[in-house]
Nanobody, 121 residues
Framework: QVQLVVSGGGLVQAGGSLRLSCAAS????????MGWYRQAPGKQRELVAR???????KYADSVKGRFTIARDNAHNTVYLQMNSLKPEETAFYSC???????????????WGQGTQETVSS
């Protein structure tokens, strides 16, 4: 099993920055893709950014040029640097990670507990 612990974030004014981290621990052969998602009130959860084990990256169009995703493979941690934040980006941010299970020898997905980010105008 894999546990993901999210830290960082909170309350920031519009135009400000926040940094999130998500650390994976537990029993697994490897961590595959890691990603950040967010869900605003009344809206569906959406992908913010994903990063593959080899470093390939995908961003939502709305965050390109402002958000940066990075990972530390040695520590199985993914980061999300968010700059120039907008009030409409107030949401619950969560991370997930694909991993190869040591129990089933198959690929599975784990989710972190997430964190509420509030961007004030």
């Amino acid at each position: 099993q894999v546990q993901l612990v999210v830290s960082g974030g909170g309350l920031v004014q519009a135009g400000g920055s926040l940094r999130l981290s998500c650390a994976a621990s537990g029993s697994f052969f490897r961590i595959n893709d890691m990603g950040w998602y967010r869900q605003a009130p009344g809206k569906q959860r959406e992908l913010v950014a994903r990063i593959g084990s080899g470093g390939s990256i995908k961003y939502a169009d709305s965050v390109k040029g402002r958000f940066t995703i990075a990972r530390d493979n040695a520590h199985n941690t993914v980061y999300l640097q968010m700059n120039s934040l907008k009030p409409e980006e107030t949401a619950f941010y969560s991370c997930n990670a694909g991993y190869r299970s040591v129990v089933t020898y198959s690929d599975d997905i784990a989710w972190g507990q997430g964190t509420q980010e509030t961007v004030s105008s």
